[in-house]
């Protein structure tokens, strides 16, 4: 049986013939889109004639482009590319991996049924980063190169206000694509009220990646906490300093400040209770006695409150040495 005639324009130079994707569960929207991309960067990539099924429709039989639309073995990359007299045949595949896509690349010589080249990277679907995965991929099995030294990177946060720190500079808002230089790069995002979150991010050439800061309420400022209660027991501690001074006065009935104002009976102390009364004499006894229990009980609460705002100091201190 003899070939089909195929009306091909005449070849002056190198002939590429770069199939469509094979969709495997991707999507016809996604796929149809990748397919485009991966034969834009064919265009930059080989020197020489490039041509997509689109342009052969006219010069070979339907049933031929229709073999070739799903086609992702290499033998029939070769068998069609022999077919349309090209020199090199791309083609791959994309596939739906959980979130992600896996996009399969490769290259085959038709004249002499080499596989050339072939890649495969699991990349997630968001455009910009699919769309870098198969140009870079494209790009690496026609020429080895890869379509540019840094790596897209997108980065979100749960919050619409956050912040954008890389190796410690800012890097604007988020949500963002950004370009980073293969290797590890320490990032931070940072919102109103909300506890920085950090990672460590390793690049790799040719990998996008897409990151998600999922922020969490920052630590409330104990320190504030810490004044309030600081000042409670100052309080305790002036109340204890003025119940004491009290107590005193009203058991030696002396001339200090609560006498001089009235407070305290002058001279009321037990060398001046003439004659002596039992009842009278019982009667202070058990006024001082609460007096100083009412002493006990404001410096038992300035030491108590004291103690507790340092332990709130610390604990603010240490909270924020463990974020």
């Not at 199939?19 to 991707?26: I, T």
Request: net charge negative; charged share 15%.
């Amino acid at each position: 049986e003899e070939p089909p005639t195929h009306n091909l324009p005449e070849k002056t130079k190198a002939r590429l013939i770069v199939l469509d994707l094979a969709d495997q569960g991707a999507g016809p929207e996604l796929v149809t889109a990748l397919s485009q991309a991966m034969q834009q960067q064919a265009r930059q990539s080989f020197p020489g004639e490039t041509m997509a099924l689109d342009q052969l429709r006219l010069a070979v039989s339907a049933a031929e482009i229709q073999a070739a639309m799903g086609c992702t073995a290499p033998e029939c990359m070769i068998a069609f590319g022999q077919s349309v007299e090209a020199d090199l045949v791309l083609g791959g595949s994309v596939s739906k991996v959980g979130d992600d896509v896996l996009i399969s690349v490769l290259t085959v010589k038709p004249g002499t049924g080499e596989n050339v080249a072939s890649l495969q990277r699991k990349v997630p679907t968001f455009k910009d980063l699919s769309y870098y995965a198969v140009r870079d991929m494209t790009s690496r099995v026609l020429t080895g190169l890869a379509v540019d030294d840094r790596v897209p990177v997108r980065i979100t946060a749960s919050d619409s206000d956050a912040g954008l720190f890389i190796d410690g500079a800012p890097a604007g808002s988020l949500p963002t694509v950004i370009k980073l230089a293969p290797g590890r790069h320490e990032l931070e995002v940072q919102a109103s009220n909300k506890a920085p979150w950090r990672t460590t991010l390793n690049v790799e050439e040719g990998q996008p990646l897409d990151v998600h800061a999922e922020l969490a309420l920052g630590h409330f400022p104990l320190w504030t906490v810490g004044m309030a209660l600081g000042g409670v027991g100052v309080l305790f501690a002036a109340a204890w300093a003025g119940m004491a001074l009290y107590t005193l006065e009203a058991y030696n009935g002396g001339t200090g400040v609560f006498s001089t104002v009235g407070v305290v009976q002058k001279n009321s102390d037990y060398w001046h209770i003439t004659p002596a009364d039992t009842a009278l004499l019982s009667e202070k006894r058990t006024q001082v006695q609460l007096l100083a229990a009412g002493t006990d009980f404001l410096a038992g609460g300035a030491l108590f409150f004291t103690a507790l705002a340092i332990s709130v100091h610390v604990a603010d201190v240490v909270w924020l040495a463990l974020e």
